[in-house]
T-cell receptor, first 120, second 116 residues
Framework: DGGITQSPKYLFRKEGQNVTLSCEQN?????MYWYRQDPGQGLRLIYYSQIVNDFQKGDIAEGYSVSREKKESFPLTVTSAQKNPTAFYLC???????????????????FGSGTQLSVL | AQKVTQAQTEISVVEKEDVTLDCVYE???????LFWYKQPPSGELVFLIRRNSFDEQNEISGRYSWNFQKSTSSFNFTITASQVVDSAVYFCALSGPMNRDDKIIFGKGTRLHILP
């Protein structure tokens, strides 16, 4: 079945450590997104990528980095510069803009099941 | 700038009651899209509905209905005859005209408790 896979489900970070959250999709979607969810804050956009080898900062990009070397993969690294990393992280993807566009797919986000990151 | 406001942080109703979740949005785009997502305790967001700015017809899907009013910039969501399984966090979201540079902006969510 097509979908988005996030791993691990739970992750613990030590002080000064960088950690990487994985996000893989087999939906052939062009666009991928990372959101952070804190209690009472809703979803806030960290980074997004509309095409391979290109990505843009969202609203809270400081302390995070991403790469988009493959269409299927959009890993998020939480660096030691992110002083308050404890949160639930959600990855999402959205369809493409090519001739094969399916509007019903393009016009909504598909989400992974999330990664809960905590600090030791 | 785009903004989505869900003023209700948390709502509790008794099973079988109707409940309406409010969503107010701000945008300068003439073409835009509005969404509702459900987040059950498992964490994954589930798509419920998409509405574009040119379609103001209200929509009903089973016990769910949506009321889109451009005049008040609102896109409210009503659950009729609520059930315990409806307990979740519900997010309203907004996007521009869906070109390459568009982001989808979410509200802070409304946590809905359906009491048995």
């Amino acid at each position: 079945d097509g979908g988005i896979t996030q791993s691990p489900k739970y992750l613990f970070r030590k002080e000064g450590q960088n950690v990487t959250l994985s996000c893989e999709q087999n939906l052939n979607h062009d666009a991928m997104y990372w959101y952070r969810q804190d209690p009472g804050q809703g979803l806030r956009l960290i980074y997004y990528s509309q095409i391979v080898n290109d990505f843009q900062k969202g609203d809270i990009a400081e302390g995070y980095s991403v790469s988009r070397e493959k269409k299927e993969s959009f890993p998020l690294t939480v660096t030691s510069a992110q002083k308050n990393p404890t949160a639930f992280y959600l990855c999402a993807s959205r369809g493409g803009w090519g001739h094969e566009i399916d509007r019903s797919t393009n016009e909504k986000l598909f989400f992974g099941s999330g990664t809960q990151l905590s600090v030791l | 700038a785009q903004k989505v406001t869900q003023a209700q942080t948390e709502i509790s109703v008794v099973e079988k009651e109707d409940v309406t979740l409010d969503c107010v949005y701000e945008t300068r785009d003439t073409t835009y899209y509005l969404f509702w997502y459900k987040q059950p305790p498992s964490g994954e967001l589930v798509f419920l509905i998409r509405r574009n700015s040119f379609d103001e017809q209200n929509e009903i899907s089973g016990r769910y209905s949506w009321n889109f009013q451009k005049s008040t910039s609102s896109f409210n969501f009503t659950i009729t005859a609520s059930q315990v399984v409806d307990s979740a966090v519900y997010f309203c979201a907004l996007s521009g005209p869906m070109n390459r540079d568009d982001k989808i902006i979410f509200g802070k969510g409304t946590r809905l408790h359906i009491l048995p």
